[in-house]
T-cell receptor, first 114, second 111 residues
Framework: DTTVKQNPRYKLARVGKPVNLICSQT?????MYWYQKKPNQAPKLLLF???????READTFEKFQSSRPNNSFCSLYIGSAGLEYSAMYLC?????????????FGHGTKLSVL | QEKVQQSPESLIVPEGAMSSLNCTFS?????SIWWYQQHPGKGPEALI?????GNKKEGRLTVYLNRASLHVSLHIRDSQPSDSAVYLC???????????FGSGTQLTVMP
């Protein structure tokens, strides 16, 4: 099974409210990633976990949090949603620690902030 | 940081034609280049990757990499309507743990 699952598929949130997105994989992959994708833009890496170590990108450091309670699950948490957070959020996993390994993506969660 | 540019933004070809997609990147020391395909409502799916200068062929797909000109291209022979999708070029940046993606080419194959 090479599936990465994301929940929910669609998420509606109010400005200022928290948002929690969930991702799971059953491939026993070491690394799990969260990307943000807006229309006509490239997917942008927000953060990734290698095993239990969280790495966050410098420009999104304070905007997103994440947890990985076990190898299979990873969450993305937004403490206070703003209109600029409206986007598709893609979770991915890979078996290696280097970026030469292919990524397996979920179908994404479309977040709309109103 | 690595920059990845794709062209054209959109491409329409008739069924059976060759589709040619282009990607340029900024760092000749980049480790590998990937092409991902994304259909509506689905996540990107890895199609083919190339590490060494030259070309690589898999089925109807051929990838050409020229590190000197910082250019990689994807060619789809005998394009089918099911090939209609967004194609994302992604570059593994040397010394980094991440893939840098381009903004994609929307390919439409007309029956």
């Amino acid at each position: 099974d090479t599936t990465v699952k994301q929940n929910p598929r669609y998420k509606l949130a109010r400005v200022g409210k928290p948002v929690n997105l969930i991702c799971s994989q059953t491939m026993n992959h070491d690394t799990m990633y969260w990307y943000q994708k807006k229309p006509n833009q490239a997917p942008k890496l927000l953060l990734f976990y290698y095993d239990k170590i969280l790495n966050r990108e410098a420009d999104t450091f304070e905007k997103f949090q994440s947890s990985r309670p076990n190898n299979s699950f990873c969450s993305l948490y937004i403490g206070s949603a703003g209109l600029e957070y409206s986007a598709m959020y893609l979770c991915a996993s890979s078996s290696g620690t280097i970026s030469n390994e292919r990524l397996f993506f979920g179908h994404g969660t479309k977040l709309s902030v109103l | 940081q690595e920059k990845v540019q794709q062209s054209p933004e959109s491409l329409i070809v008739p069924e059976g034609a060759m589709s040619s997609l282009n990607c340029t990147f900024s760092n000749s020391a980049s480790q590998s280049i990937w092409w991902y395909q994304q259909h509506p409502g689905k996540g990107p799916e890895a199609l083919i990757s190339i590490f060494s200068n030259g070309n690589k062929k898999e089925g109807r797909l051929t990838v050409y990499l020229n590190r000197a000109s910082l250019h990689v291209s994807l060619h789809i022979r005998d394009s089918q309507p099911s090939d209609s999708a967004v194609y994302l070029c992604a570059v593994a940046s040397s010394g980094s743990w991440q893939l840098i993606f381009g903004s994609g080419t929307q390919l439409t194959v007309m029956p």
